[in-house]
């Protein structure tokens, strides 16, 4: 009985050494959005800043205009903000997500766009969050149904309109909203 009670025993100091293992993994976690800037070096500092001169000046033209598309698609999308909610519906009467990224491409000119968020993410090219810039496209998965199933059009400062529901309309929201940091599928760049 002695041997079985010093198992026992020995068992639970395990457990809560485990446990408070995992406990400090979790509180080192940085949420989207926190500043890095105290975590780097004054070097590392000043070699960023050379390598984003030289590797800027190199392609300025090209991220000029690609920016300047970006700001467009952001501001119109911004322009619906306060619209209707509508299911399948991409007009001023009511949009859904998917529906306001098809409206705002159409209202610019721009190509063709599917009607389901899942279509549009299989569009364009990956974009990771650290490199979001206006007019990306964020997709959200497992809100309604199973896989990618909303979308939004990153607006700048951690921010994205989007037709979240009847209720809300088309607002815009932090991503570092807790909701949307669960649901996050990825980015893409469609312009």
């Known amino acids: 009985m002695k041997n079985f009670t010093s198992i026992v025993s020995l068992l639970l100091v395990l457990e809560a050494f485990v446990a408070v293992n995992v406990h400090a993994e979790r509180v080192a976690h940085r949420p989207w959005g926190a500043s890095r800037s105290s975590e780097l070096s004054a070097p590392a500092l000043e070699s960023d800043r050379t390598s984003l001169k030289t590797s800027t000046s190199r392609s300025l033209k090209a991220t000029s205009h690609s920016a300047r598309r970006g700001e467009q698609i952001a501001q119109q999308a911004v322009s619906y903000k306060g619209s209707r ?10 949009m859904d997500c998917s529906g306001l990224v098809r409206r ?10 599917p009607h ?3 279509g549009l993410y299989q569009m364009g090219k990956p974009i990771r969050l650290n490199d979001l810039s206006a007019g990306d496209l964020v997709f959200f998965k497992n809100t309604y149904k199973r896989g990618v199933s909303h979308v939004g059009v990153y607006a700048g400062d951690n921010r994205f309109v989007h037709a979240q529901n009847r209720r809300h309309g088309v607002t815009l929201t932090a991503l570092s ?5 669960l649901h996050y599928a990825g980015a893409r760049r469609l312009y």
């Open 116 to 118: 389901t968020a899942s």
């Open 104 to 113: 705002v491409y159409d209202d610019l000119n721009l190509k063709k766009l």
């Open 177 to 181: 909203d807790p909701y949307y940091q």
């Open 85 to 94: 909610y509508r299911f399948g519906g991409d007009s001023k009467r009511g």
